[in-house]
């Protein structure tokens, strides 16, 4: 099996899916990414009771805050995920059999119409690869922050007031020993969960953009390609329709189960951005801490990122325009009319929205303008 569905599998395996399970599989896997959701649910407390306990002082207060949103998120996206898990499923067996398809064509027939599927392959799997290194990175520095500062404090001698690797707040002593541990081992997994779920949900979400955009590039290529005049180019345009029409139902079943993703990403993004920008503009000062938040706003735009790239390359193809440049004018009454449906069909742009929200690049660049201007307006204030 080619490489193409190395990323999307591994998404799955990585969230606890078992790609081979069928039947009972699927209600043994939900308990596990239920007792995920629940454990992430349950991080709220402490999250927001650091925000309550630190209720006088603005900095505490956002840094808690951009925590509880990352949080939020990710309880979107895992229940997301066990609402449409056997759909994310059909959409790898559907591009596998895709793959298989235009591979079967390529030995039957001179030529190779592979080629932008080999080139979404790569893109997807280093883009992925890059996006999954950048998210477990961002978790582990987190992590291992307050032990790189008690081990400097004690080479040091200097008293150090212990931190957790996130902002919590427990409802016993989590200073001390062995509440610390206890609060530190806690916050590790929740983290562990946190970053496993977003990088895989994320994933999944820009490989199968790739790949579509792969798709739609193919079917452009053998519509160009057609002639008109030799006998079984009819069979051949009927295929072009039906792939047509499939390749639109893949896109149109990603948009469903990603439509609650992508609404929490954005709106959720836009808060972050507020209270991250007002940590980074409070912290000049402090290069460690100013790195610390910088990461974590990097971490946070770019996941944003993967969902406007991935709705502005589904977005930007148009297949009508392909029907337009071909040989249309030698093509039978009867062919015309299935051109014709094709270029219907292709007439409205494939939007990944959820509400107001359109997965785009100029929606991503105006909350970056936004940050920016949010940033002038901080340091006006201060």
Known sequence: MSRLFQLQENCLRLMGHNIESSGDGFKHLSLKHIASLLFVISAVYPLLYY???????????TAGLSVVFTNLLTVIKISTFLVYKQNFWQMLHSFRQLYLKSHQKVAEEDGDDTAYLVQANKLATNLGRAYCISCGFTGLYFMLGPIVKIISSSWRGV????????????????????GYEVGFIYTMFVTIVVVLYA????????????????????????????????????????K???YHVHILSLSKRLRVIYTPIVFGQFFIT????GVIIYQIVTHMNSIMALLVYLSFLFSIMLQLFMYCYGGEIIKSLQVGIAVQTCNWHLAAPKQRRSLVFIMHRSQRQMLIKA??????????????????????LIQSIE
């Not at 836009?270 to 951005?273: R, T, Y």
């Open 51 to 61: 925000v309550i306990y630190n209720r006088d002082d603005m900095e505490l207060i």
């Open 159 to 178: 008293v150090y007031a212990r931190e957790l690797p996130m902002p919590m707040k427990f409802p016993f002593n989590d200073v001390n020993t062995p």
């Open 199 to 238: 990088s895989a949900v994320d994933g999944l979400f820009i490989s199968f953009a790739i790949n579509l955009r792969a798709h739609f590039q193919t079917l452009q290529q053998e519509i160009r390609e057609l002639t008109f005049d030799q006998a079984g180019h009819q069979q051949q345009l009927v």
């Open 240 to 242: 072009a329709v039906d």
């Open 270 to 273: 836009s808060l972050q951005v």
């Open 355 to 376: 509400g107001f929200y359109e997965a785009s690049l100029a929606n991503f660049l105006s909350i970056c303008r936004a940050a920016m201007s949010f940033i002038t």
